[in-house]
């Protein structure tokens, strides 16, 4: 049987321990797990492409069945070149679940072959945002409780007075 490929997208600006555990989580469900690192053109990034990519192989340094890779346009486009046949996304509310609900079905529109799987994350970090993470790492505040040391290190880097 061939090995069951699932991909996680998404700008990981930074990654956060929340991001972390679910694709730790995933590892236990899917043969192999791609993290798909968004080019981000409609975003205004802390951290280049390279910089997110190195940051998300650094935080999951310890997983050898995930692979950190970059892609641009459609990630339906993107899983299906990869031969994944699933795509996680995490849900930490009722809102993540209203569009992240309306995003799968025009996904399964798209590529009916890649299923939607949903995750939620460990209580701990059901509020924790990579936006909120780079508001408070801007302002001073202590992010070391959402983040791993390697990505609080390169935050604490861009924010060094």
Known sequence: MAPVIAVYPGTFDPITLGHETLLRRCTALFDEVIVAVAVAHHKKTLFSL??????????????????????DGLVTHFAAAQGARAMVRGLRSGTDFDYEYQLAD????????????????????????????????????????????????????????
């Not at 340094?61 to 890779?69: E, F, G, M, S, W």
Request: charged content about 25%; aromatic content about 6%; proline content about 8%.
């Open 106 to 161: 025009m996904n399964r529109q798209l590529v009916p072959d890649v299923e939607t799987v949903f995750l939620t994350p460990d209580a701990r970090y059901q509020s924790i945002s990579s936006t909120l993470v780079r508001e408070i790492a801007k302002l001073g505040g202590a992010v070391e409780k959402f983040v791993s040391p390697p990505v609080l290190a390169q935050l604490q880097a861009k924010f060094k007075a």
């Open 50 to 71: 390279d910089e997110r990519l190195a940051l998300v192989r650094a935080a999951l340094h310890d997983c050898p069945q995930v692979r950190v890779l970059p892609f």
